[in-house]
């Protein structure tokens, strides 16, 4: 298990994907610099804009990274080399989440403070304001890596780069256009100290459900005919 996961952090660092996600971030957020039109860093962080970004960055490496692995017929080295289907599929989803850790910090981290860096925060940047960024940033990010977990599953189960592309963006579009992002509310109000029992709950059940997928996942790479 331990050289999977190494083989595929490897793969992830000295592969393409990743650095194109990477410019990908930079790119919206000079364009969201130059043309966001918000009043500072902080609304700018706080943005459903910026979420939406980084939902679709991640979208877009899961279908590079992941159905690459099934157009170039790597994954079968992995198999043939005698590893169980669930080590292969439990390395690559840890890889998958560590770059889309990165490129969801970078654009918190880009959109956020960059922005702040030309316009200001919007308040002096305190302990409580330091405080605030950092669980906003890192209870924002585990909202959205269980959003991202779908498009790899999709990726993992449909092994049509083509379809897997139209179904994981269609699906994430699916989810926003219908959720209305309730947990971009949630985040901000843990936050700031107003997160009740129904926010953690919400939080809980986001993990939840990506461990059910995660399960149905594995149950199905296991018995998938890999091509």
Same mark, same amino acid.
């Given at each position: ?28 957020? #000079?364009?969201?610099? +130059?043309? %966001?039109?918000?009043?500072? %860093? ?9 979420? @939406? ?8 490496? +899961? ?14 080295? +992995? ?40 316009? %200001? ?9 330091? *405080? ?17 977990? $779908? ?6 189960? #449909? ?11 269609? +699906?994430?579009?699916? $989810? ?9 509310? #949630? ?14 709950? *919400? ?13 149905? %996942? ?7 005919? @890999?091509?």
């Amino acid at each position: 298990m331990r050289n999977l996961i190494k083989s595929e952090v490897y793969k992830l660092f000295h592969g393409k994907e990743l650095i194109i996600c990477i410019a990908a971030v930079m790119l919206f957020s #000079i364009i969201m610099i +130059a043309f %966001g039109g918000y009043e500072n %860093g902080k609304a700018t962080l706080t943005t459903e804009s910026r979420e @939406i970004i980084g939902l679709v960055i991640c979208t877009l490496f +899961a279908v590079s990274y992941i159905g690459k692995d099934f157009t170039a017929k790597t994954v079968h080295h +992995a198999l043939t080399s005698g590893n169980a289907r669930s080590k292969v599929f439990c390395s690559k989803f840890i890889s998958y989440s560590v770059a889309c850790f990165i490129l969801l910090l970078l654009n918190d981290i880009f959109m956020g403070f960059g922005y702040s860096a030309f316009y %200001g925060w919007g308040e002096s940047f305190t302990q409580q304001e330091m *405080f605030f960024s950092f669980v906003y940033i890192l209870v924002g990010i585990l909202f959205d890596l269980c959003i991202v977990s $779908i498009p790899f599953f999709i990726c993992v189960l #449909i092994q049509n780069n083509a379809v897997a592309m139209v179904t994981s963006f269609g +699906a994430v579009a699916l $989810i926003i256009a219908l959720s209305q992002m309730p947990w971009s509310y #949630i985040t901000e109000r843990i936050a700031v100290h107003q997160g009740g029992s129904i926010d953690f709950i *919400f939080l809980i059940s986001f993990v939840a459900v990506t461990a059910v997928l995660y399960g149905l %996942g594995v149950t199905v790479f296991r018995k998938q005919d @890999i091509q």
